[in-house]
């Protein structure tokens, strides 16, 4: 796979880079191929279907602890921070993810899941002294990205979580109406089906399905 860099510092899929003035836009180009193996009907029907809240998802989850959902909530706006448009934990990703879990996947994936983040949690509180929320913007991104490389801290956690978190979060932010309307060009009324266009034709953007 050939280098990119998820603004905010995230290496998608692995780099060593820090570079916070990516556009986001950068993204989409392996949007389907991250997201592949969450784009089951159950999963797409479930996303669709979720009722955003507004700020995002406060307190404790369907699945996941009001630590482990605070833990989620900051670690998706790490991934997609707000620039021009809103991060992913204004957009509620978090409560998404908790939902998706609780509904939409097998229930022991879901439960390796949970145990992967709290895993998360407990590391971070150990060798940060804080919760990952209350970390610096810098500690936040430093955490982030030895995640992503499964480094010490996060050597037992496994290299699969951080894979599936940021899938999660990127089906999770681009299937809301601030992703999907103004990341991606909407279509509330579908057209014809046209599998072969050049994204420098749409302003470099993918074409997001009408149900949002």
Request: proline share 4%.
């Amino acid at each position: 796979m050939a280098d990119s860099t998820i603004k905010g510092g995230i290496p998608s899929p692995y780099t060593s880079a820090v570079d916070t003035d990516l556009s986001r836009r950068q993204l989409l180009a392996t949007l389907s191929a991250s997201c592949a193996g969450l784009l089951a009907p159950s999963a797409l029907a479930g996303g669709f279907a979720y009722n955003r809240k507004a700020g995002g998802s406060k307190g404790k989850g369907k699945l996941l602890s009001a630590e482990q959902l605070a833990v989620l909530a900051a670690m998706v706006e790490v991934i997609i921070p707000q620039t021009d448009t809103l991060g992913a934990g204004s957009v509620d990703t978090h409560g998404f993810i908790d939902d998706q879990l609780a509904n939409c996947t097998n229930p022991k994936e879901a439960k390796v899941f949970v145990a992967q983040l709290e895993l998360c949690r407990n590391l971070i509180l150990k060798q940060w002294g804080k919760a990952y929320p209350s970390l610096t913007t810098n500690d936040q991104n430093a955490a982030m990205q030895l995640l992503a490389t499964n480094q010490a801290p996060f050597e037992k956690v496994g290299s699969d979580f951080f894979t599936k978190l940021k899938s999660l979060t990127l089906f999770g932010y681009y299937t809301s109406k601030e992703g999907g309307s103004k990341e991606l060009v909407y279509l509330p009324i579908a057209g014809g089906y046209d599998g072969d266009f050049k994204l420098s034709e749409n302003g470099g953007k993918a074409f997001m399905p009408h149900q949002i």
